[in-house]
């Protein structure tokens, strides 16, 4: 009979301990960068909302709506801290309008060679703890970075070719604000600021020539093949950060297993979503070559051109640096990470 009463007694002690899902729900609104009908959007909706409800046994959902479904995509930073959203999952680069230190976080263009070693920096190399520090100043401490990233080394469209430094004179290129559009005005183009989920239309009706637009599956899921039909890949510019971060008092309220299981839930789905990006992007590209597809030709850049295009760059990184103090750490911190990395040598 003690056994039994033992038993039971653990039984319940696990029901009580062990389980988030007793309580209601948390539904967790989030705004993206990604359109509703791009690949990561459909990927991060479909195959890893419902694994936070299932990781915290339903104590935990999160709600992610397309890019400006509930605000404009430059507005999550007073969204967010005002609590009209508890999150979002945004791109760092469209905040650089407030500070440069945003537009070297988003995107240090033309900088890392692969997505992992940008996702190292944010993640291992001081760069969340440097977004945090720009959150502190312009959210007044209302926001809390759970991580970024980059998902995506971004292709290129373009209605014509674009093989050279030299082929950017005179293009008018959708660029988002910010450092990207400073290198791409630095290489000769004319850049225009607008959202990703106008760049169809503008390229259509040729307001823009090219589009800095995203990872080669979101470029052809958008349909931007069809009539942008000579991509650049692999990309010679962007890895664009994509950041989470959710509202200090949403965090502050939730319990300690709550917010581990919402830092693991990220840290494997921005892995897991940027990896199943590259491998759709290598099968679309084989496909493509082979000319299966709508596309007229992938372009590759050779080594030099790409390598001026780098130094072009180089020159915007160190002007953007000097227009904060925030820009200046911001700065500081990537350049830090890649001499340890080994991406630059120690005189850089």
């Known amino acids: 009979m003690l056994k039994k009463v033992t038993l039971a007694m653990a039984l319940g002690a696990f029901a009580m301990t062990g389980s988030?899902?007793?309580?209601?729900?948390k539904v967790l609104k989030f705004q993206t960068s990604s359109?509703?009908?791009?690949?990561?959007?459909?990927?991060?909706t479909e195959v890893w909302a419902p694994k936070l409800k299932a990781m915290s046994g339903g104590a935990l959902e999160i709600d992610i709506a397309p890019t400006r479904a509930i605000v404009?995509?430059?507005?999550?930073?007073?969204?967010?801290k005002n609590g009209i959203l508890d999150g979002d999952l945004n791109a760092v680069a469209y905040f650089s309008g407030l500070d440069a230190g945003f537009g070297l976080m988003g995107d240090l263009i033309a900088g890392y060679d692969t997505t992992d070693q940008m996702g190292m920096f944010c993640m291992n190399g001081g760069g969340k703890e440097m977004l945090q520090k720009l959150f502190d100043k312009y959210a007044q401490k209302g926001i809390?970075?759970?991580g970024c990233g980059p998902f995506a080394r971004e292709a290129f469209v373009a209605t014509k070719p674009i093989r050279s430094?030299?082929?950017?004179?005179?293009v008018k290129v959708r660029s988002p604000e910010g450092l990207a559009?400073?290198?791409?005005?630095r290489a000769g183009a004319a850049p225009v600021a607008i959202p990703f989920s106008e760049v169809y239309t503008s390229l259509e009706k040729g307001i823009v020539d090219a589009a800095d637009a995203s990872a080669y599956v979101n470029n052809e899921s958008s349909g931007l093949h069809k009539i942008a039909k000579f991509p650049i890949y692999p990309g010679i510019h962007s890895m664009a950060v994509i950041q989470m971060?959710?509202?200090?008092?949403?965090?502050?309220?939730?319990?300690?297993q709550e917010r581990t299981i919402l830092d693991v839930w990220y840290l494997a789905y921005s892995n897991d979503i940027r990896r199943a990006s590259d491998l759709?992007?290598?099968?679309?590209?084989?496909?493509?070559?082979?000319?299966?597809?709508?596309?007229?030709?992938?372009?590759d850049w050779t080594l030099e051109e790409r390598t001026k295009f780098r130094e072009i760059a180089v020159g915007a990184w160190k002007a953007f640096a000097e227009k904060s103090p925030l820009a200046q750490e911001a700065y500081d911190a990537n350049i830090k990470f890649m001499k340890e990395y080994g991406l630059l040598g120690p005189d850089f």
Do not use: C
């Open 20 to 25: 988030l899902g007793s309580a209601e729900a």
């Open 35 to 44: 359109s509703a009908g791009s690949f990561t959007y459909k990927y991060m």
């Open 72 to 80: 404009p995509h430059r507005e999550t930073i007073s969204a967010v």
């Open 144 to 146: 809390h970075v759970i």
């Open 165 to 170: 430094v030299a082929d950017f004179k005179g």
């Open 181 to 185: 559009s400073e290198v791409f005005r």
């Open 245 to 256: 971060v959710i509202n200090q008092k949403v965090w502050d309220k939730m319990s300690e």
């Open 280 to 299: 759709e992007d290598r099968k679309l590209v084989s496909r493509d070559k082979a000319g299966n597809g709508n596309v007229t030709e992938v372009i």
